[in-house]
């Protein structure tokens, strides 16, 4: 096969733009759901008129039936993905909606995949493992975001190891993923940051991957001029509708991309922060960025430089290496503004975990699309950097 052969990803239906969670209820009787598992967190099934209660009042209307598992945790765990799988089975449910950002996307895909792949979820760590189809899964997103609702990742964490691992398969995409913007209004300043910076990272990541292509290019510029254009003023304003709704499309376009191009050592080495120190992913990756990109910055300068502009830096009449480095200079300034932490010290980060998670993040399902081939000390000296910052 040339380079330019390769199999493009698309989900299958998605609904996009305010007032769509209405059509919740008909679509899931279109899918022959009968008794879904509603996978979400107590506090957004305790919002009035929030996500939870729009989905539940649509089903309700559609006449299908639910049971409802709240125990959504951040950074989902092997356990609770074992207790979904429990109460479908217990109540007889025959399929999942997903209520949430990641971590409720990321639950229910777990749950899915050990109903019908098999119960020990750690041996189906990697690419394309599965083998079976999941049950029927509809993803109602409230964040953005990391993109799960609509990609092939689902990472869970070994609570026994510290662990996280990534779950990649065609067979992970939701049926239909909900993009409602007015979902996500009350989401609060620092969460919107930081899945912002993550859907931001998303967009950055798979445009210096060694497997973008001209497809997932042109969704990632996009994604970072929209992310750029509206990201600081949804953090400013949760209520600013025009914002969350450019977010949401930048999430769906970055998560359309790195569900192909696929991401890099920023995602590889965030996997071993969370997992170690149970820290937000968003802000993980964030803290991350400025010093992996500066450390790839050699492997593509040009694609540096354009990434600059993308940002909205002036490089006219600047060398390609300076107009790269100020690309660098332009993550550091988003992150800042956003009021993400400077240092991983802030996470609880320990220099005495630095090898171990580098040579845990060369292994992750991420590492081998990075656009420059490191060693575990260069990865070391990356979490260094992160941790000196100041
Ligand atoms: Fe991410």
Known sequence: MSERSYDFLMPSVNFFGPGVIEKIGERAKMLGMKKPVIVTDKFLEGLKDGAVQQTLASLDEAGVDY???????????????????????????????????????????????????????????????LNNPLPPLIAVNTTAGTGSELTRHAVITNEETHLKFVVVSWRNIPLVSFNDPTLMLDVPASLTAATGMDAFVQAIEPYVSVDHNPITDSQCIEAIKLIEGSLREAVANGHNLEARTAMVEAEMLAGMAFNNANLGYVHAMAHQLGGQYDAPHGVCCALLLPYVEQYNLIADPQRFAELAEFMGENTDGLSTRDAAELSIKAMKQMSEDVGIPKSIKEIGAKPEDFRMMAENALKDGNAFSNPRKGTVDDLVKIFQAAYDAE
């Open 67 to 129: 049971v409802i598992y709240n125990g959504v945790e951040p950074n989902p765990k092997v356990r609770n993905i074992q207790e979904v799988k429990k109460l479908y089975e217990e109540s007889g449910a025959d399929s999942i909606i997903t209520v949430g950002g990641g971590s409720a996307h990321d639950t229910g895909k777990g749950a899915g995949i050990i109903l019908t792949n098999g119960d020990d979820i750690t041996e189906l760590a990697g690419i394309e493992t």
